[in-house]
């Protein structure tokens, strides 16, 4: 297994030689092995020692022919960004597809010309060439692998390629584990495409996509692109957000766009819809508190509700302490789900500056407060650090709220 860097390394040595090779590039689904490739090529073009390029994906064909044929006409020069023939080559492509060949005569010689015939005279002109086949797991069911790995093998050893493999070996189906040993030289995994997700999102907030890479351990580069186009919306709505408020709400989008994704991650129980009622502003104080309010109960007579509400919030925890849908967590759940957001909500909530740089800090500061109190594991200072949260939230929290504080106060100091 490798990341970005280490790859690459190992790509330059293998394609600055001569030497033709049969690679294998995997890794999980999504990880960005095609945008890992593409990026590469790009980047060391001077490194090539072959002159000759193509790429394939074998996703849409369904004969060898076919796909030695793709090969053949998606040949071209290896500094050429891309193939300029390829308009002239589709033109013809269409043109086999709708003349009868076999129909044409000359000189009383019937001239049996088929697309096969074409491919073979086509695809013997391939040699010397650095090919990139891709999405091999998506094989056609009428495509033989067999043949596919034949076909790899031969432009390895006969015509002096150098072939780079991309597929999803997990996916990949039985007689392709059987034939990799045999095909491939090398088998290459990337596990780490942190360094792409940085090349794509936001470099003035790549922390925060770093923190959540690590730690909740999602790696699909389609997901950070629809969260990257996600945030760019509220940016390019409203420039003027400080830095800390363009955090607070891409955390906001990172964690509800994964869980309305791929809320498989939590478990096979954990459903969207769940998610947004137990954690939204007015039903999530009943969950939190759960533990506090049944601390002498049975671990028994846990609700299946409370069970998963715990397992989200132990699962986003450490990328995000007190989790809770309000305010701009609102927004962006309404943006998600219905593919808008009101804008004068979003005005609305800079005018009475609740996402200012001083109040998202107070904010963060009683979310890790309350997160002690409400898990009985109290800090050093808490009365302390509960008094000047208080204070600093005057005039923004509902009374209710103020007389939660002023009531735990003298219970923090007994306990604390």
Known sequence: MANVENLEKRLVDLIREESSFAIALTGEWGVGKTYFWKYFKQRNLNQFRLQKYAYVSLFGIDSLDSLKYEIAVKTHAINQLEDRMQGAKSLFNKALDTIDLSSIQGKGLSLNIGKSLITSALSSLVSSTVICIDDIERISDSLSLKDVMGLINDLKLEKKCQVVVILHDAKANDQFQEYKEKVFDELLVLDDSLSIINDIVDSKLFTVYKQFYEIIGIKNLRFYQRVDKSFKLF???????????????????????????????????????F?????????????????????????????????????????????????EISDWGEVIVSWITELDFDKEVTKDLIAKDKITEEVLLIDRLASEVLNEFHNIDLKPNFAERLYYVACAKIGRAQLTNLSFYCDIRPLAKVIG
Do not use: C, T, W
């Open 235 to 273: 940016d390019k709505a409203y420039p003027s957000l400080s830095h800390l408020s363009k955090e607070q709400i891409l955390r906001f989008i990172l964690i509800i766009r994964m869980i309305y994704e791929i809320p498989s991650r939590l478990g096979n129980d954990i459903d969207f819809k």
């Open 275 to 323: 998610f947004v009622d137990s954690f939204n502003s007015k039903n999530i104080k009943n969950f939190r508190g759960y533990k506090k309010q049944n601390a002498y109960k049975e671990q028994n007579e846990i609700s299946d509700d409370i069970v998963k509400f715990n397992k989200i919030n132990d699962y986003i925890h450490p990328f995000y302490n007190y989790f």
